[in-house]
């Protein structure tokens, strides 16, 4: 079964770092671009992060540009994302999407919380 | 940019009726670019419609997509009990790279 799992989620401070996680499993993840997608509390869907199979394309939404991250290890099989500098309104369940280009294959999230 | 509005906001139906979602866009967009997600509460979005009217695999036939230019509307023909849930569509393939709509819930009257 193609799967995504997601893990790293947890209580930052404003300003403070976290690296979430994105494991694939069942298809060959080398394949594949990978997206990062979020959801604030109550709210609808933000695409955050997109990086191509052998990471050459790079592309982030403007309300993240410049603090996160995104990377991938094709030998781990596994999406990362980087978030520095962390601000209230990151507050959101973050999914990872496979692009096929659009998004057949999500992980089930991992919740980030930002708040002192 | 392009920006995606979804009506209505809400619609409440009884299982069985049929739920006539839309999307409209700012500017004409590729119907090669245009995909739908069903989201219900507490889980992850899926895809159920790309490329504007193709369905994704193991969506029953019930759920149908069409439309062109900047506006695109996705059917369920006969709403079972499980259909109900919050609907976006979604653009993809521009700067920024995927635009979603800012859903569409369907509610059990």
């Known amino acids: 079964e193609e799967q995504l799992l997601e893990s790293g989620g947890d209580l930052a401070q404003p300003g403070g770092s976290l690296r979430l996680s994105c494991v694939a499993s069942?298809?060959?993840?080398?394949?594949?671009?990978m997206s990062w997608v979020r959801q604030a509390p109550g709210q609808g869907l933000e695409w955050v992060a997109f990086?191509?199979?052998?990471?050459?394309?790079?592309q982030y939404a403007e309300t993240v540009k410049g603090r996160f991250t995104v990377s991938r290890d094709n030998s781990k099989n596994t999406l990362y994302l980087y978030m520095n500098s962390l601000r209230d309104e990151d507050t959101a369940i973050y999914y990872c999407?496979?692009?096929?280009?659009?998004?057949?294959?999500w992980g089930e999230g991992t919740t980030v919380t930002v708040s002192s | 940019e392009i920006v995606l509005t979804q009506s209505p906001g809400t619609v409440s139906l009884s299982p069985g009726e049929r739920a006539t979602l839309s999307c409209r866009a700012s500017q004409s967009v590729s119907s090669g670019s245009l995909a739908w997600y069903q989201q219900k509460l507490g889980q992850a979005p899926r895809l159920l419609i790309y490329?504007?009217?193709s369905r994704a695999t193991g969506i029953p036939d019930r759920f149908s997509g069409s439309g062109s230019g900047t506006d695109f509307t996705l059917t369920i023909s006969r709403l079972e009990p499980e259909d109900f849930a919050v609907y976006y569509c979604?653009?993809?393939?521009?700067?920024?790279?995927?635009?979603f709509g800012p859903g569409t819930k369907v509610d059990i009257k």
């Open positions: 979604q653009y993809y393939g521009a700067l920024p790279l995927f635009i």
């Open positions: 069942g298809f060959s993840f080398f394949r594949y671009a």
């Open positions: 990086i191509s199979t052998t990471s050459t394309n790079i």
């Open positions: 490329g504007a009217s």
């Open positions: 999407a496979r692009e096929t280009p659009y998004m057949d294959i």
